[in-house]
T-cell receptor, first 111, second 111 residues
Framework: DADVTQTPRNRITKTGKRIMLECSQT?????MYWYRQDPGLGLRLIYYSFDVKDINKGEISDGYSVSRQAQAKFSLSLESAIPNQTALYFC??????????FGPGTRLTVL | GQSLEQPSEVTAVEGAIVQINCTYQTSGFYGLSWYQQHDGGAPTFLSYNALDGLEETGRFSSFLSRSDSYGYLLLQELQMKDSASYFCAVRDQTGGFKTIFGAGTRLFVKA
């Protein structure tokens, strides 16, 4: 079984809809992250959480919100999706070290 | 703020050696990581440097010079399977040790 899972893997939605992307991990890590990836822009940090009661904004948090429901679960929400939020979204986890473990990604298309 | 620069593309021949450079600007530098990402896949961790010098892991080595705000990833004995994107990433102490990624270097290995 994969250590970091993301659901859904693909989603097509319309402008203005609310979308939730979910991430679960079985690695026992405290730290979880959400990134978006756009061609030519690399990975940009949206939100990160170092434990259940800790939520921090990343580089590009506007238009997004997160919820850390448990140590193993970290969800990303788009309250009102817009087309420029079309991207590949990755969840990642880490222990206190430097290596991050990424999920398989969610490809989101906003029409 | 933080910024990282790396070449957008590099092409090399199978069996050769290639170096991918990364320069960074950040106020709270803590360490430099490298990740590999194949098309359609998730990023995977390759190496981490916190101190000046060379770290070797098999065919891959990573170098850091903190005084020059510069690092590189060296890939030796290139194989076709090394064709992928490579991202440098800075771990930054400001805002709680978040990681900021560069835009990535796409490596093409030719036969």
């Amino acid at each position: 079984d994969a250590d970091v899972t993301q659901t859904p893997r693909n989603r097509i939605t319309k402008t203005g809809k609310r979308i939730m992307l979910e991430c679960s991990q079985t690695k026992g890590h405290d730290r979880m992250y959400w990134y978006r990836q756009d061609p030519g822009l690399g990975l940009r940090l949206i939100y990160y959480s170092f434990d259940v009661k800790d939520i921090n904004k990343g580089e590009i948090s506007d238009g997004y919100s997160v919820s850390r429901q448990a140590q193993a679960k970290f969800s990303l929400s788009l309250e009102s999706a817009i087309p420029n939020q079309t991207a590949l979204y990755f969840c990642a986890t880490s222990a206190q070290g430097n290596e991050q473990f990424f999920g398989p990604g969610t490809r989101l298309t906003v029409l | 703020g933080q910024s990282l620069e790396q070449p957008s593309e590099v092409t090399a021949v199978e069996g050769a050696i290639v170096q991918i450079n990364c320069t960074y600007q950040t106020s709270g530098f803590y360490g430099l990581s490298w990740y590999q990402q194949h098309d359609g896949g998730a990023p995977t961790f390759l190496s981490y440097n916190a101190l000046d010098g060379l770290e070797e892991t098999g065919r891959f080595s990573s170098f850091l010079s903190r005084s020059d705000s510069y690092g590189y990833l060296l890939l030796q004995e290139l194989q076709m399977k090394d064709s992928a994107s490579y991202f440098c990433a800075v771990r930054d102490q400001t805002g709680g040790f978040k990681t900021i990624f560069g835009a990535g270097t796409r490596l093409f290995v030719k036969a």
